[in-house]
């Protein structure tokens, strides 16, 4: 069953394990990579809109709902990050998929490496926006207190979406996810994935370390890890700056230098500060 807003991205419903499954996509060009769109904990694909609909234009696009999450519908368990991951590789078989980019944020981003552990032939690149999660977010109450941080410095459109998704989540279920998250081990799985893998961090965001240190952990590994920093951006990247976010994952795509974005709006910067060793070439 297909609807349309007035998105670039049209709405759908699928069935995924028994499980309904709402999901917004575009077809893009003939022939481009297929990027799949990974939300975060509690919330639906519809925060990670203002990047997919900027994106759409480049690449065959798909936003869903994780089963549990969202308008989708409630497996008979919550699913914890592995099953997330399934999910994910169920859905993507339902729409004859073999391969994919992934793009997350947060939880999102503990998906995605739970993915590339699973299933590495499948994972053509990664991308991983505030890939929150392991030591850094611990204990569950200092993970707690990043997360009030991080309210009072996202834009206040982000309420509108993210409070009806909690809501519809639930606090039983938001608590037991944001545990599974916390203690998930997101800083190996990162070290293990061998594929081309975007990093993208805000500079003000509480759950994550400060770039510095991010950098400084990055340069002790060889790896296939590009780490970019958005200045003034916090957790929720994909609906705070879109075009910031849209520009720096052309260009990974692409391989091509990072460069800022000169017309996205306000006063963002976005730079590189870890390139590493097995990273394709740039192309110039």
Known sequence: MTS?????????????????????????????????????????GRYLLPTAERLAGDFRTLV?????????????????????????????DDREIERVTLLGNSMGCAVICEFAHLYPSRLERAVLVGPAGGLHNQPMRRAVQQLAQDGIREPLGLIRVAVPDYVRFGVPSTVRMFRALTRYPALERLMELHIPTLVVLGSGDPLMPEPSRVREIAGQFETHVLVVVIDGAAHAVNFSHPGELANVTRLFMADLPIRDDPDSPGHARAYEIHRGANLPPLRT
């Open 4 to 44: 349309s807003t007035g998105s670039v991205l049209t709405e759908h419903w699928t069935s995924v394990d028994g499980v309904k499954v709402f999901y917004r996509a575009s077809p893009g060009p003939p022939g481009v990579p297929t990027v799949m769109h990974v939300h975060g904990f509690g919330l639906s």
């Open 64 to 92: 869903p709902d994780l089963p549990g999450f969202g308008r989708s519908g409630r497996p008979r368990e919550p699913l914890d990050v592995r099953q997330l991951a399934e999910a994910a590789a169920a859905f993507l």
